[in-house]
């Protein structure tokens, strides 16, 4: 049977029962117990879905790798460091840009900073 042909036959015979002036009765359960069975099952449910995750999970392949991502970062702070440098120095002020890299320029400016002559 299929399940609007048992769901036709079911409503029939509730029909059927409410005409004759019965009453269906339920099993009667007590509460602790079905919601208890409910529990048991519903937990055993979760972990068996948890295992077949596992199962069928297949691994992550990372093409571009966490240790290069970081290598990379690294590497593209310390250009932008640079050219902010070359920037600022040769641009804004008014200087040759590759004197920023020098290292008399910074000697000159912590000179001036810390007010040593």
């Given amino acids: 049977m299929s399940t609007n042909q048992s769901e036709k036959q079911s409503r029939k015979t509730l029909k059927e029962e409410k005409a004759a002036g019965k009453?269906?009765?339920k099993p009667v359960a007590s509460k602790k117990?079905?919601?208890?069975?409910?529990?048991?099952?519903?937990?055993?449910?979760?972990?068996k879905q948890k295992e077949e995750k596992r199962k069928n999970k297949k691994p992550r392949r990372r093409i571009f790798?966490?240790?290069?991502?970081i290598i990379v970062v690294?590497?593209?702070a310390a250009a932008t460091l640079v050219a902010g440098l070359?920037?600022?120095y040769g641009i804004i002020g008014d200087g040759v840009p590759t004197d920023a890299l020098k290292k008399e320029t910074w000697q000159h400016i912590i000179d001036i900073v810390t007010?040593?002559?």
């Fill in 115 to 117: 007010k040593v002559e």
């Fill in 65 to 69: 790798p966490i240790w290069l991502r």
């Fill in 33 to 47: 117990t079905v919601s208890e069975t409910d529990k048991q099952t519903r937990k055993q449910q979760k972990v």
């Fill in 23 to 25: 009453k269906r009765t």
């Fill in 74 to 76: 690294l590497i593209i």
């Fill in 86 to 88: 070359m920037i600022g």
